[in-house]
């Protein structure tokens, strides 16, 4: 069974550009989350989805983040205008539901 | 609020020696408690987990963990370090009321020496 994987693995724009990260869950988990990991420091989570649903975006820094889950699949993270602040990595899991997260790999995003 | 704590974000053992990573964490309700570990250029893989029950975890690669409430506490340890145990370890705390946010410490590099 595939993993939860993300596209790109790497990322490097210039600030003010526009990005867009895509993931893709383990088939059949109706949860997605999606964390970002800062320059070394832990890892927060930034929302959670249930099918295509937002079910919590406490985490969202501001609006420049906009998390989509079109048709309760893959889901897009992206960042419009990006600040150089917005480095870091970008990590999705998914879960079929109970407490267990399967985490992606995650995409490095360099703004400079 | 939820809040993990990782003492010491780089640590360093001998191939064979005992691995201990700590983990605290802070949390108003019964806790689920994780460790996951990101091997080089790789996603983070669980390596065990403390939901309820047995309070001494058994994880793959031969770690385990032991929640102690008292001491707010889930320390990762190993018997023997292997060479290929060198990665980031992270622990994790979420709460059995709602396991959909996770909480995450600053990791731990754990080097292994020849």
């Known amino acids: 069974e595939a993993g939860v994987t993300q596209f790109p693995s790497h990322s490097v724009i210039e600030k003010g550009q526009t990005v867009t990260l895509r993931c893709d869950p383990i088939?059949?988990?109706?949860?997605l989350y999606w964390y970002r990991r800062v320059m070394g420091k832990e890892i927060k989570f930034l929302l959670h989805f249930v099918k295509e649903s937002k079910q919590d975006e406490s985490g969202m820094p501001n609006n420049r983040f906009l998390a989509e889950r079109t048709g309760g699949t893959y889901s897009t993270l992206k960042v419009q205008p990006a600040e150089l602040e917005d480095s870091g990595v970008y990590f999705c899991a998914s879960s079929p539901a109970g407490e267990t997260q399967y985490f992606g790999p995650g995409t490095r995003l360099l703004v400079l | 609020a939820q809040s993990v704590t990782q003492l010491g974000s780089h640590v360093s053992v001998s191939e064979g020696a005992l691995v201990l990573l700590r983990c605290n964490y802070s949390?108003?309700?019964?806790?689920?408690l994780f460790w996951y570990v990101q091997y080089p250029n790789q996603g983070l893989q669980l390596l065990l987990k403390y939901t309820t029950g047995a309070t001494l975890v058994k994880g793959i690669n031969g770690f385990e963990a032991e929640f102690k409430k008292s001491e707010t506490s889930f320390h990762l340890t190993k018997p023997s370090a292997h060479m290929s145990d060198a990665a980031e370890y992270f622990c994790a705390v979420t709460r059995a009321n709602d396991f959909n946010k996770f909480y995450f410490g600053s990791g731990t590099k754990l080097n292994v020496k020849p």
């Open positions: 088939s059949g988990h109706d949860n």
């Open positions: 949390s108003s309700v019964p806790p689920y």
